[in-house]
């Protein structure tokens, strides 16, 4: 403890329920004990509450202190408890004239076994005690700071159980010989060591696991290290002005911490000659407190505060960092001081300015992590709870729905891509419509539909691409407008319709395409399909848009009788009313129509009537209406929509489907930039990175597999996999990455270079990288290179016809070939022809270097184990795993090539 705080408090080190507090306006030195609050006891006799269930009782106070001479109380100054627990609540006591006192509460001298009870350690001269500090290894040693005084030592090391000044030397090696006139009622009260002469000390902190060295702060600029058994010199030292309150950490005695008005220092006494931390506070640091519970957890407190703020010191890649956290103890009260509790975790004590005591539980940040096993992990300090699902329920999540899938194959199938469908659960419908679109669009690009205006590399256009004309780098689409006659009523009645290249492209990718060849059995057989799958009311509204009024009542017709069995007649309404439709807008039906529509269960039914009572041409009704899936609402929007409306009705749903991560966008999207922005956000809204990432390996152009946010989606997928243990679908699924379209070839990492300017001497290499000496290779007189291209150095010689090697490997895929009638040919990439011949290959040893042609050296350790160069012993061949020659002639051709 120091002088330099109104209020002081210390735990018995000891005795959990036991501590003391200090106030040095009045110097009061007060015992308390912690007891819990029973409920039927009064108020009063409880005590102070320093929490909900705990209060404190005083015990003892300074006046209990047995001390020789009664008016020394007045002249308390500081105290430290002692570490062990006999004699109980000793106490070391440092008054204003210099002397140290050993005390406790309530103890007659007498009874004191241990004889330390009332021992006084004087100093040379009379000056004030600063600090004192009992050694937590080595209990018998008392560290005493004192003011400074001109020549004399301000820093004591004191051994209580010394009886004279032999013992003392035989001990420690060193001791210095006063007389009893310097101070001193017995020879054990001389200090066994001292320190810091004629200088100033600032405070004093033991090493937690070492007996004879402590750190000091001394003269506001410096904090040395010192070791008892040697005072010739300090040990180290470090310039700083933070020298104040020098706490070591209990956890990592070689970290301590300091601190000079509103800098906080962490050290570390290895590498002494900089802070590895510093941390800078608006106000002026009172109190540094290391958590003895918590590694790397230092607690500071600011002058005139009322918060107690925690340090989380962590060593991160090599770097010192921490986090911080502000403990609120009271509202409004400032805290004078504080201390952590020495057994119990978390839990601290603190004092407000009038003598406030309350208690503080930290309670640890909650770390919450979920597996991909449907499992979570909950960590509080250091309480750990895992959760794990009932064995006889099933989770339904997005993890053991990808799980499912993975293990059934989702995703895989390439041909079609609408198998995928099949490994699809019911809940999932978005899914379906997703693989069946992305099968739908590769059927079209295979039979040539799309346009053929395309910038090269994209695959799957959307509408959105095809409406704005990116797709075919135009202005967009020029529309004509048609007229159609409305079949099924006999008023003769007809509507515009909107045609043009663009929206036919759009309504293929929609499943419109009858509407462009105008077939009447193709569109037939859509119909009757939607019937099959019993959805009678799509049937009908897509035969309304279609102007077949007459058709769309007969749909109707049998969608009741279907129904029949489930008492649903509301059909056979649905058709009554339709065969009532008039063109006149300011008829009763269409009144009645638009009014009674609204309370309509099924979308499709509520656009149907939308689509015949609208009297502006806006068609809100059907346009707005969430119900319908995307797709029927952007071929209706391609057939009654101006070439304005539709920019801006496309470019609306397109932004909407963005944010809402509705997959059903990818038909307007494609799968282009905005495709890839939809699917992070249908990956942000759901967490089903399993699709994205199949979607791009099946679908995705390489120029998008290259985007971060793809690879990161692939890479993702990949480490769930392998925490599924799924290995085979692993590897099925690296296999489809590298041979989709997704990828990139790896360029040639190896390469027959020059010796002299390490150009490569390939010709397949040199065409590559654009060379000019590739130009001499065209012409009729081709011929195999003996020189480098670049250099023109010649190229090595076979160690046994001495003839210079060179190649001509490869160039039959830079240059046509020439035929007989001296012509160019175009070149066969598949031909499995080679320029150069086996035998004629670049061949050596790895060890000595020396090589030649590879049917030259075949035939030379045929009958040699050396090499055939003069003076080489290199056993060449015995290097080689194969261990067996063979000759050129009877190398296979197949091989050979």
């Known amino acids: 403890m120091t002088t330099n705080m109104k209020w002081d408090i210390q735990w018995s080190p000891t005795q959990s329920d036991v501590f003391l507090t200090y106030g040095a306006d009045r110097t009061d030195l007060n015992l308390y004990t912690v007891e819990a609050v029973a409920e039927d006891s009064?108020?009063?006799?409880?005590?102070?509450?320093?929490?909900?269930?705990?209060?404190?009782?005083?015990?003892?106070?300074?006046?209990?202190?047995?001390?020789?001479?009664?008016?020394?109380?007045?002249?308390?100054?500081?105290?430290?408890?002692y570490p062990k627990?006999?004699?109980?609540?000793?106490?070391?006591?440092?008054?204003?004239?210099?002397?140290?006192?050993?005390?406790?509460?309530?103890?007659?001298?007498?009874?004191?076994?241990?004889?330390?009870?009332?021992?006084?350690?004087?100093?040379?001269?009379?000056?004030?005690?600063?600090?004192?500090?009992?050694?937590?290894?080595?209990?018998?040693?008392?560290?005493?700071?004192?003011?400074?005084?001109?020549?004399?030592?301000?820093?004591?090391?004191?051994?209580?159980?010394?009886?004279?000044?032999?013992?003392?030397?035989?001990?420690?090696?060193?001791?210095?010989?006063?007389?009893?006139?310097?101070?001193?009622?017995?020879?054990?009260?001389?200090?066994?060591?001292?320190?810091?002469?004629?200088?100033?000390?600032?405070?004093?902190?033991?090493?937690?696991?070492?007996p004879h060295c402590l750190f000091a702060g001394v003269s506001n600029k410096t904090i040395r290290i010192y070791d008892i058994r040697d005072l010739a010199s300090y040990k180290k030292a470090t310039t700083t002005k933070a020298v104040f309150g020098i706490t070591i950490d209990p956890l990592g005695e070689n970290r301590l911490a300091s601190f000079f008005e509103g800098v906080v220092t962490i050290w570390d006494s290895r590498n002494f000659d900089k802070p590895v931390l510093t941390i800078t506070e608006a106000r002026s640091v009172v109190k540094l407190a290391w958590s003895p519970h918590r590694y790397g957890v230092l607690g500071a407190l600011c002058k005139d505060s009322s918060v107690v703020k925690l340090y989380n010191v962590q060593h991160v890649s090599g770097e010192v960092e921490y986090t911080e956290r502000l403990i609120h103890p009271y509202r409004s009260h400032q805290v004078s001081t504080f201390a952590w509790h020495p057994s119990v975790e978390n839990q601290m004590l603190t004092v407000t300015p009038t003598g406030t005591l309350k208690e503080v539980i930290i309670h640890d940040p909650i770390s919450l992590t979920l597996s991909s096993l449907s499992t979570c992990v909950?960590?509080?300090?250091?309480?750990?709870?895992?959760?794990?699902?009932?064995?006889?329920?099933?989770?339904?999540?997005?993890?053991?729905?990808m799980k499912e899938r993975a293990m059934s194959g989702y995703g895989l199938c390439s041909d079609p891509l609408s198998k995928n469908c099949e490994y699809v659960g019911p809940g999932d419908q978005h899914l379906k419509k997703l693989w069946q679109w992305l099968d739908r669009i590769k059927s079209l690009r295979d039979k040539e539909k799309m346009m053929k205006k395309t910038k090269p590399g994209f695959k799957y256009y959307g509408v959105k691409a095809l409406i704005t004309g990116e797709a075919s780098g135009g202005e967009g689409s020029k529309s004509d407008i048609d007229t159609v006659e409305w079949k099924g009523i006999n008023e003769v009645t007809e509507s515009r319709v909107f045609r043009s290249s663009e929206r036919y492209f759009a309504l293929q990718l929609c499943g419109w395409g009858w509407e462009i060849s105008q077939d009447e059995n193709e569109f037939n057989e859509f119909i009757q399909r939607l019937e099959d799958e019993g959805d009678f009311e799509r049937a009908a509204a897509i035969a309304v848009f279609r102007v077949k009024i007459r058709q769309a009542i007969e749909v109707l017709h049998k969608g009741a009788q279907v129904q029949k069995t489930d008492g649903n007649v509301s059909l056979n309404a649905i058709a009554m009313a339709l065969s009532g439709f008039t063109k006149e807008k300011n008829a009763l039906w269409c009144e009645m129509c638009s009014s009674l529509c609204k309370n309509l269960t099924n979308p499709y039914l509520r656009a149907m009537f939308g689509f015949l009572t609208t009297c502006d041409n806006s068609y809100d009704a059907v346009l707005r209406e969430p119900g319908l899936s995307v797709e029927d609402r952007i071929a209706f929007a391609c057939l009654f929509l101006s070439d304005m409306q539709i920019y801006a009705y496309v470019e609306e749903l397109m932004d909407q489907a963005i944010t809402e991560g509705d997959l059903q966008g990818i038909l307007l999207s494609g799968l282009t930039k905005d495709g890839v922005t939809l699917l992070q956000a249908y990956v942000d809204m759901t967490a089903d990175v399993q699709t994205?990432?199949?979607?791009?390996?099946?679908?995705?152009?390489?120029?998008?597999?290259?985007?971060?946010?793809?690879?990161?989606?692939?890479?993702?997928?990949?480490?769930?996999?392998?925490?599924?243990?799924?290995?085979?679908?692993?590897?099925?699924?690296?296999?489809?990455?590298?041979?989709?379209?997704?990828?990139?070839?790896?360029?040639?990492?190896?390469?027959?270079?020059?010796?002299?300017?390490?150009?490569?001497?390939?010709?397949?290499?040199?065409?590559?990288?654009?060379?000019?000496?590739?130009?001499?290779?065209?012409?009729?007189?081709?011929?195999?290179?003996?020189?480098?291209?670049?250099?023109?150095?010649?190229?090595?010689r076979c160690s046994l016809c001495l003839m210079n090697m060179g190649t001509m490997s490869g160039l039959k895929h830079v240059l046509p070939p020439i035929s007989k009638d001296r012509t160019m040919s175009p070149p066969d990439p598949s031909s499995s022809d080679k320029q150069t011949d086996f035998s004629k290959w670049f061949t050596w040893c790895q060890s000595c270097r020396h090589g030649g042609h590879a049917n030259h050296?075949?035939?030379?350790?045929?009958?040699?184990?050396?090499?055939?160069?003069?003076?080489?012993?290199?056993?060449?061949?015995?290097?080689?795993?194969?261990?067996?020659v063979l000759s050129a002639e009877s190398i296979p051709t197949s091989q050979a090539s």
Request: proline content about 5%; glycine content about 6%.
């Open 42 to 81: 009064d108020a009063k006799s409880q005590g102070q509450h320093i929490s909900k269930e705990r209060a404190v009782k005083l015990q003892a106070s300074k006046l209990d202190l047995y001390i020789q001479t009664k008016s020394d109380l007045s002249l308390i100054k500081c105290f430290a408890c």
């Open 85 to 210: 627990p006999i004699p109980e609540n000793l106490l070391a006591l440092g008054l204003s004239n210099g002397k140290v006192v050993l005390s406790a509460f309530n103890t007659d001298p007498s009874l004191d076994q241990s004889g330390f009870v009332g021992a006084e350690f004087l100093p040379k001269h009379s000056k004030m005690c600063s600090s004192l500090a009992w050694n937590p290894a080595d209990n018998r040693l008392i560290a005493v700071g004192y003011d400074r005084y001109r020549t004399d030592h301000c820093l004591a090391i004191f051994d209580i159980t010394a009886k004279n000044v032999t013992e003392v030397a035989s001990t420690h090696q060193r001791y210095y010989n006063y007389s009893l006139g310097h101070g001193g009622s017995a020879p054990g009260s001389r200090p066994m060591a001292e320190m810091v002469q004629g200088e100033m000390l600032n405070s004093v902190a033991w090493l937690p696991h070492s």
């Open 692 to 796: 994205a990432s199949l979607v791009a390996v099946q679908c995705l152009p390489s120029e998008l597999c290259k985007d971060q946010r793809v690879t990161h989606w692939i890479e993702s997928y990949r480490s769930l996999l392998d925490t599924w243990t799924l290995w085979h679908q692993r590897a099925r699924f690296d296999v489809l990455y590298h041979q989709g379209t997704a990828k990139v070839p790896t360029p040639q990492q190896i390469f027959v270079n020059c010796n002299f300017c390490q150009t490569p001497i390939s010709p397949c290499v040199l065409a590559n990288t654009h060379s000019r000496h590739l130009a001499q290779f065209r012409g009729p007189s081709r011929q195999k290179p003996a020189t480098c291209f670049k250099c023109r150095k010649a190229l090595p």
């Open 378 to 401: 909950l960590a509080s300090g250091r309480k750990l709870l895992h959760c794990t699902p009932d064995v006889g329920k099933q989770v339904d999540d997005i993890s053991t729905r």
């Open 857 to 884: 050296l075949t035939e030379w350790f045929r009958d040699h184990r050396e090499c055939a160069v003069t003076g080489c012993v290199c056993h060449c061949m015995q290097m080689d795993s194969v261990g067996t």
